[in-house]
């Protein structure tokens, strides 16, 4: 996916996004960082076609986003949004199976390709035994498995999550860690998603962006693009890099 001079205002006043170049790496996983409010969420809209640009554009497989048609779109990515709403009384596998809706035909059957993908995509999260369940018997962690599941039915080669990790607890959140490093290294699922967490992005990304106000301050490799300078420029916060053996690369927080 190429990112062309990408330019989004939400006012029509200020940008939000201020010429966004850049370049999703087919079969690796990276991560969107910065401060609140710096335009994260807003570029992976605009990668999804949820939100459309107020100039430049976006390409994937060579072809402008805004030429392709929902079901077309739907074929090609997933995104699995911050905010998720559902009945509570639906079923983890009914949620499942609204993923294979870009795979119907114009009646809308099911077939067996559907039930196929659905398996694997309950197989893949850890939910083959949840099935049956509504969503509101689920935990937080279990949850948004679920709605990973569902974007993973419609069988797409590029996964967008947005704060897949927020409002849980550390072990479900190295569980979804966890689980995007399967599907990206096992599936071969291509995955951008938005972090807050400096030392979860630096140990789950193969590529790392860094934004401020709108614009990208640095991108790269974790080892090259998270450093002393750059954290301190981005957030205002003093850190110090370590890298200790089999712990890898980590930062520790100073101060203001």
């Given at each position: 996916?190429?990112?062309?001079?990408?330019?989004?205002?939400?006012?029509?006043?200020?940008?939000?996004?201020?010429?966004?170049?850049?370049?999703?790496?087919?079969?690796r996983i990276t991560t969107i960082i910065g401060p609140n409010g710096c335009g994260?969420?807003?570029?992976?809209?605009?990668?999804?076609?949820?939100?459309?640009?107020?100039?430049?554009?976006?390409?994937?497989?060579?072809?402008?986003?805004?030429?392709?048609?929902?079901?077309?779109?739907?074929?090609k990515l997933a995104v699995v949004h911050q905010q998720q709403e559902a009945p509570?009384?639906?079923?983890?596998?009914?949620?499942?199976?609204?993923?294979?809706?870009?795979?119907?035909?114009?009646?809308?059957?099911?077939?067996?390709l559907d039930d196929e993908a659905v398996d694997w995509s309950l197989s893949c999260?850890?939910?083959?035994?949840?099935?049956?369940?509504?969503?509101?018997?689920?935990?937080?962690?279990?949850?948004?498995?679920?709605?990973?599941?569902?974007?993973?039915?419609?069988?797409?080669?590029?996964?967008?999550?947005?704060?897949?990790?927020?409002?849980?607890?550390?072990?479900?959140?190295?569980?979804?860690?966890?689980?995007?490093?399967?599907?990206?290294?096992?599936?071969?699922?291509?995955?951008?998603?938005?972090?807050?967490?400096?030392?979860?992005?630096?140990?789950?990304?193969?590529?790392?962006?860094?934004?401020?106000?709108?614009?990208?301050?640095?991108?790269?490799?974790?080892?090259?693009?998270?450093?002393?300078?750059?954290?301190?420029?981005?957030?205002?916060?003093?850190?110090?890099?370590?890298?200790?053996?089999?712990?890898?690369?980590?930062?520790?927080?100073?101060?203001?």
């Amino acid at each position: 996916m190429d990112i062309n001079e990408i330019r989004f205002s939400y006012d029509k006043k200020t940008f939000h996004l201020n010429g966004i170049t850049s370049r999703i790496a087919e079969g690796r996983i990276t991560t969107i960082i910065g401060p609140n409010g710096c335009g994260k969420s807003t570029l992976l809209g605009v990668m999804a076609k949820n939100l459309r640009p107020s100039g430049g554009e976006v390409l994937l497989n060579g072809k402008k986003l805004a030429h392709f048609k929902p079901k077309e779109l739907g074929k090609k990515l997933a995104v699995v949004h911050q905010q998720q709403e559902a009945p509570a009384d639906l079923t983890v596998e009914k949620l499942v199976r609204f993923g294979r809706l870009p795979h119907r035909g114009r009646w809308g059957q099911e077939s067996e390709l559907d039930d196929e993908a659905v398996d694997w995509s309950l197989s893949c999260t850890n939910l083959l035994n949840k099935r049956k369940q509504s969503l509101a018997h689920l935990s937080g962690g279990e949850r948004q498995r679920a709605w990973i599941a569902m974007a993973l039915a419609q069988q797409t080669s590029l996964l967008f999550l947005d704060e897949p990790t927020t409002y849980l607890d550390i072990y479900h959140q190295i569980e979804i860690l966890e689980l995007v490093k399967t599907l990206n290294r096992k599936h071969g699922i291509t995955i951008v998603m938005v972090l807050h967490d400096m030392n979860q992005a630096i140990r789950y990304s193969d590529h790392i962006i860094v934004m401020k106000l709108g614009c990208i301050v640095g991108e790269g490799a974790p080892e090259t693009v998270v450093t002393v300078e750059t954290i301190k420029q981005t957030y205002g916060v003093d850190v110090v890099m370590k890298n200790d053996g089999d712990t890898g690369l980590y930062m520790v927080p100073l101060g203001i």
